[in-house]
């Protein structure tokens, strides 16, 4: 695979300038440009520069309104909507989040609904924004259905990432970010764009067989992590994040999409929980006993610091090269 080196400022320019050149306004490219780059910043490749070309063809078709203005309504002190009125996540997150901040610091546990919305990056920057302010964060979305519920081969549940992040006062909270697939999609694409082969188990082929090929999985069937523990993982987060929100179950995505690429609308939940209020005085010597405790065994690596380890680094990174090219070609 050829790669060429980005800078993390050319890689923001870059997702800014060819959202500005397919109808996002500067608020929606900002936001967009800005969860890109954080993603290719921590290593997350499959929700960086990756997606782009998705986003694009969401913008072009009119699926997505790159000029949304999202606008938020409390429906309880400690509930919160915002409508995205057709953006991407991210801009609707942006408004979202601050008022669910604020919600869970004066309650304790506040939920953000965002309706309304393509989601298309990743979860954790989420859950992370919640974190860093103190409180625990737990975020799901469902998608188009790829993943076969445990014991068939039929495709019901999107890959339904589910996001976790605690809060770890002057150091780096706890943060994983997980498809409830045994593996995301994009890293199944990514796989297959680079001719590499994926654990068996990953998924089916179109006729319900095994397989290691990510192309074939691609065009068959995802199956859940952990059988029927990961299937139910999958439901949930169609309830929450269908069934709470009142948006779309993955399999009405499917129905209602306009086939072109890009993320269907949906919904996403945000859950803040505050430690502070909920455990009291105390929690933070309390919970930092357990995770040193857990760091301290032998070969056990915490969620999310290869992550944060890998934003240390203010160095370029290597892009796929013909990915660079088909990003320019959009401009």
Known sequence: MSTTDLSLDKIYSLAKNVMLANGCDTANAEALADIICRAERDGSHSHGLFRVPGYVKALRSGKVDGKAKPTIRHLTPAVIQVDGHGCFAPLAQAVGLPALTEATAKIGIAALSLVGVHHFAALWPETEYLADRGFVGIACTAYMPSVAPAGSNEALFGTNPLSFAWPRPGHNPVVYDMATASMAMGDVQIAARDGREVPLGTGLDANGQPTTDPAAIAKGVLLPFGGYKG????????????????????????????KDGGPPRGGEMIIGMSPAIIAGDGWQDHVEGFVQKLSNIDGVRMPGARRHKNRMDKGPRPINLALIETINSLL
């Open 231 to 258: 299937s139910a993982i999958a439901m949930m987060v169609e309830l929450l994040a269908a069934g709470m929100t009142g948006e779309q179950f993955s399999f009405e995505a499917r129905d209602t999409d306009n």
